[in-house]
C-alpha cells in the first residue's frame, strides 16, 4: 500500500479516490488472530500471489505476501485491523493510597498493598492517579509500513467500538430505548397531577440561578469582598468605640447621649453597653458568615472555571462587575416578571393539564416524530453518498451543455472516445464553479426535502390535537383514527402550503451554510481585518435569529392550516394577530415550554447515559463509552420526540383556546382551563342546568306529541 501510495503521490495528494492499489482475489480475507499459530507453520501467515512471473514483477511484487494482521471485509475488500492481543488486569489506584482501616470501601491489592481495586463508577471519581498492566502479543513486518499501520490502527479502533456496542447489545435496548420511553411518560404523568408545583419549582428555581450567578459575579469581581470587608471594619470601628465609652462610663468619666431614663446625657450605663456590643459582635459574625458564604459558591464551580474567571477579573475587574450588576438586574426583572404574569402562569398550568390529557387520549402521536426521524434518515444517509459523489466526480460543463452522445444512449467507451474529441476547454475555475453549483443544488434540494417532512409531521399532530379539542366530547364527530385522518388531510389539501413554507426555512438555511464556508474560507483574512470579522459574526447571528424567528412562526401558521384550512399567507396574518392579542401570554408559554423541555430532554439522557455506564463497568465491559454513547443518542431521540409533540400539542391547544374564547365563549374548554381564563364557574353550571332543561322540555313535548297521535 505504501509503494502504491509512494508511486502515485501527485494523485493521492490532489484526488486520492483515484489511487488504484495491487490486489489479490481470494476465497475469504486471511484473519491472524492467536500470532503463535504462525510459529510452526509460515504458510498460514502467506497470501500467494496467482499471476505469472512476469505479471507480479512488472507491478513490483512477489510470489507472496505475509499477512500477520487480521482483516475484515469492507465492501469486497480485505482491511487490516490492529493485531494487538492484549491481556489486561483489573485497574488499580496508586493515589490516594489504600487504607481500610478509615476507608472501609478500599479493597487492598495483595501484591501491592498500598493500591486498591477500583470496582465502581464512584472509585473512578475518587481515585486520582491508576496503574494499569497490560501484556501485548502480536506479529509486525520486520519493514515498516505508515499507510498500513495507520489504516489498522483505525480499523481496529473501529472493530472495538462495534464488538463493545454488540456485546452491550441488551444493556443499550434496555437503557437506551427501554427506560427514556418509560421516563417520558412518567414525566407526562407527573405534568397530568401536578403540573402547577412542577411549573412554580423550576420559576423558583431560575431566579434562585439567576441571584446566584449575580452573587458569583460579585465574588468573582471583588466587589463582595469590598463590601464585607469595609462593613467589617465600620462594625469593628463601632464595636471599640462602644467598647470605650462603656468603660469610661462605668468609671464615671464620660457622659454620652444614651442613659437610663435620661436622654440628656446623664450616664451609659451598663446593660446598653452590653447591649451594643452584642449587637455589633452580630453584625461581624453575619458578615464574616457571609464571606465564608461568598467563598463556598465559588468553590462550588469548577477549579477550572474559576480560575479562567479569576484570570479575566484580574486583567478586567470593571467588565466582571457591570456583567453582576447586569445580571442582578435581570435576576431582580425576572421575579417581578413572574409575580405579575401570576393569571399567565396559571394559564399555562392548565394547558400543560389538557396537553397531558390529549397525550394521554391519543398515545399513538408520540411515535409520529419517530416516523418523522425514520423518514428523514433515508435523506441524510442520501445526502451523505450524494456529497462523496460530487466530491469525487470530475464535473465540466460539457456534461450540461452539449448534445452530444453522452447525453444519448451509447456505451461507455464510446462516450469516453466521444468525450475526447469535443473541442471543449474547460478551464479549473469553470469545472470548480460547476461542481460548486451542483453542491449547492443538491444541498438545498435535500434541505427543503427534510423540511417539508418534518412540516407535514408538526401539521399532522396540529390536526389530530386541534380535533380532538373541539369534538371530545361528541362521539358522533370525534375521529377515531385521529392521526390518520389528519396526515390524509394534509397531504390532501395542504402539501403545497407546506412546501412554500418549507421552501422558505430551507433557503435560509442553505444562505446560513454559505455563510459558514465563507467564514471557514476567510479565518486568515478575518485575523487581519477586525471589520470582517465583525460583520461575518454579526451576519450570522442576524440569520441564526431569522431562522428560529421563521420557524417559530411558521409552526403557528400550519396549527391555523390545521385547524382551519388556512393558506399559507391568510395564517401569517393569523399568527401575527396572536402574536400582538397575546403577547404576554405566548411569550410565558414558550419560556414554560422550552423549560420543562429542556428537564425532560437533559434529564432523561443525562440519567440513561450514566445508568447505562455505570452498569457496563459493574458488568466489565472493556469499552462501556461506546455502549453509553449510543444510549445517549438513543435516549436523547426519545426524549426530544417526546419534547416535541408535547410542544406541538401545547401551542396547538392554545391556539383552539384563543378561539375558543373568542368566537364560542369558552364552550368547548374543560372546567380547569375555563377558570384558569377568568370564565365564571357558576355561568357554565347555570348554562348547562338551562340546556339540560331546554332538553328535557323537548323530550316531554316530543312525548306529548306521540301520545296525542297515538
Given at each position: 500500500?505504501?509503494q ?20 489479490l482475489?481470494?476465497a ?12 510452526g ?6 497470501v ?13 511484487g512477489?510470489?507472496f505476501?505475509?499477512?500477520v494482521?487480521?482483516?475484515?471485509s469492507v465492501m469486497n ?12 488486569d ?20 495483595e ?8 470496582n465502581?463508577?464512584?472509585?473512578q471519581?475518587r481515585?486520582e ?11 509486525a513486518?520486520?519493514?515498516?509500513s505508515p ?13 472495538r467500538?462495534?464488538d ?6 441488551d444493556v443499550?435496548i ?5 427506560l ?9 404523568l407527573?405534568?397530568r397531577f ?11 428555581c ?17 466587589e463582595?469582598?469590598?463590601v464585607l470587608?469595609q462593613?467589617?471594619s465600620?462594625l469593628g ?7 470605650s465609652?462603656?468603660?469610661?462610663a ?7 447621649d444614651?442613659g ?5 446625657g446623664?450616664?451609659f ?6 447591649t451594643?456590643n452584642a ?17 463556598a ?5 469548577p ?5 479562567l474567571s ?13 456583567s453582576?450588576?447586569v ?5 431582580v ?9 401570576r393569571?399567565?402562569i396559571?394559564i399555562?398550568?392548565?394547558l ?5 390529557g390529549v397525550?394521554?387520549d391519543q ?24 456529497l462523496?459523489?460530487?466530491?469525487t466526480?470530475?464535473?465540466?460543463l ?14 461507455y ?7 475526447e474529441d469535443?473541442?471543449?476547454t474547460i478551464?479549473?475555475?469553470?469545472y470548480?464553479s460547476?461542481?460548486?453549483g451542483a ?6 434540494g ?6 417539508t417532512?418534518?412540516n407535514i409531521g408538526w401539521?399532522t399532530?396540529?390536526?389530530?390535537f386541534?380535533d ?16 390518520v ?13 407546506i ?6 426555512i430551507?433557503l ?10 465563507v467564514d471557514r474560507q476567510t ?11 465583525l460583520?461575518?459574526k454579526?451576519v450570522?447571528?442576524?440569520l441564526?435569529?431569522?431562522e ?9 401558521c400550519?396549527?391555523?392550516?390545521a385547524l ?7 395564517a401569517c396574518?393569523?399568527?401575527?394577530g396572536l402574536i400582538?392579542?397575546q403577547?404576554?401570554q405566548?411569550?410565558l ?9 429542556l ?5 432523561i ?8 455506564h455505570a452498569h457496563?463497568e ?5 469499552e462501556?463509552?461506546?455502549?453509553a ?13 417526546f419534547?416535541?409533540?408535547f410542544s ?5 391547544l392554545?391556539v383552539?383556546?384563543?378561539?375558543d ?7 368547548f374548554?374543560?372546567?380547569?382551563l ?10 357554565r353550571?347555570?348554562d ?5 332543561a ?17
Open positions: 500500500m505504501d502504491d501510495a509512494l508511486e502515485q503521490a501527485d494523485v493521492a495528494a490532489v484526488q486520492p479516490w483515484k489511487v488504484v492499489f495491487y490486489g482475489c481470494v475469504s480475507c486471511p484473519s491472524v488472530r492467536d500470532p503463535t499459530v504462525c510459529f507453520d509460515a504458510s498460514r501467515c502467506m500467494h500471489d496467482y499471476g505469472t512471473v512476469e505479471q507480479y514483477t512488472e507491478a513490483g512477489s510470489a505476501y505475509f499477512a494482521l487480521p482483516t475484515i475488500r480485505c482491511i487490516p485491523t490492529s493485531g494487538t492481543a492484549a491481556s489486561r483489573p485497574d488499580k489506584c496508586v493515589y490516594p493510597p489504600c487504607n481500610n482501616v478509615t476507608n472501609p470501601w478500599m479493597v487492598c491489592d501484591r501491592f498493598p498500598s493500591l486498591w481495586l477500583i465502581s463508577v464512584a472509585d471519581f481515585c492517579v491508576k496503574y494499569q498492566h497490560v501484556e501485548v502479543d502480536q506479529l513486518p520486520m519493514r515498516p499507510l498500513t499501520d495507520k489504516l489498522s490502527s483505525y480499523m481496529g479502533a473501529g472493530q467500538l462495534v463493545a456496542i454488540l456485546d452491550a447489545r443499550i434496555g437503557y437506551g430505548l427501554g427514556p420511553v418509560f421516563l417520558g411518560l412518567a414525566w407526562l407527573l405534568l401536578l403540573a402547577g408545583v412542577v411549573v412554580y419549582l423550576a420559576i423558583v431560575i431566579g434562585i440561578a439567576l441571584f446566584a450567578l449575580a452573587f458569583y459575579l460579585f465574588a468573582i469581581s471583588g463582595l469582598a469590598a470587608d462593613l467589617g465600620q470601628g463601632i464595636n471599640s468605640t462602644l467598647g465609652r462603656c468603660v469610661n462605668s468609671s464615671g468619666d464620660v457622659r454620652g444614651f437610663s431614663g435620661d436622654v440628656n446623664s450616664g450605663p451598663s446593660d446598653e453597653c452590653a451594643a449587637l455589633a459582635s452580630a453584625f461581624a459574625a453575619t458578615a464574616e458568615q457571609a464571606n465564608q458564604a461568598a467563598g459558591l465559588v468553590r462550588l464551580v477549579t477550572e472555571v474559576n480560575e479569576n484570570a479575566a477579573a484580574s486583567e478586567n475587574p470593571m467588565l466582571y462587575t457591570i453582576a450588576w445580571a442582578l438586574t435581570v435576576a426583572l425576572y421575579m417581578v416578571a413572574m409575580c405579575l404574569a393569571k399567565k396559571r399555562a398550568v392548565a400543560i393539564k389538557e396537553a397531558c397525550l394521554a398515545p399513538a402521536a408520540m411515535a409520529l416524530p419517530l416516523a418523522v426521524l425514520g423518514a428523514q434518515l433515508p435523506l441524510l444517509i442520501y445526502l451523505v453518498v450524494g462523496l459523489f460530487l466530491g466526480a470530475h464535473l465540466e460539457a456534461h450540461f451543455t452539449t448534445s452530444s452522445a453522452l447525453t444519448a444512449h451509447s456505451t467507451s464510446q462516450a469516453l472516445v466521444i468525450n469535443l473541442p471543449v478551464d479549473l475555475g469553470s470548480l460547476v461542481q460548486n453542491y449547492v443544488y443538491f444541498l438545498f435535500i434541505l427543503w426535502t427534510m423540511e417532512v418534518r401539521t399532530l396540529s390536526g389530530a386541534s380532538w379539542y373541539f369534538f371530545r366530547r361528541d362521539a358522533k364527530l370525534r375521529s377515531r383514527a385521529p392521526l385522518q389528519s396526515l390524509t388531510r394534509v397531504v390532501r389539501y395542504h402539501l403545497g402550503t412546501l412554500f413554507g418549507s421552501f422558505l430551507a435560509v438555511q442553505l444562505v446560513r451554510i454559505l455563510l459558514e464556508l479565518k486568515k483574512l478575518q485575523e487581519t481585518n477586525a471589520a470582517l470579522k460583520a461575518i454579526c450570522k447571528c442576524c441564526y435569529c431569522f428560529k424567528s421563521l420557524k417559530f412562526i411558521t409552526n403557528y400550519y396549527i391555523y392550516v382551519q384550512g388556512s393558506s399559507f399567507c391568510s396574518i393569523k399568527t401575527f400582538t392579542s403577547p404576554a405566548l411569550a408559554n414558550t419560556f414554560v415550554r422550552v423549560v420543562l423541555g428537564i425532560q430532554t437533559a434529564g439522557t443525562v440519567f440513561c447515559t450514566w445508568i447505562c457496563l459493574r458488568l466489565g465491559n472493556p462501556p463509552m461506546y455502549p454513547l449510543i444510549t445517549a443518542l438513543a435516549a436523547y431521540v426519545i426524549a426530544s420526540s419534547a416535541l409533540v406541538c400539542a401545547l401551542d396547538t392554545f383552539c383556546a384563543v378561539r374564547k373568542v368566537e364560542y365563549k369558552g364552550a374548554m374543560s372546567d380547569g375555563y377558570s384558569a381564563f377568568g370564565f365564571d364557574k357558576a355561568e353550571k347555570a348547562r342546568s338551562e340546556r339540560k331546554r332538553r328535557a322540555e323537548r323530550h316531554q313535548a316530543k312525548r306529548a306529541a306521540a301520545q296525542s297521535e297515538s
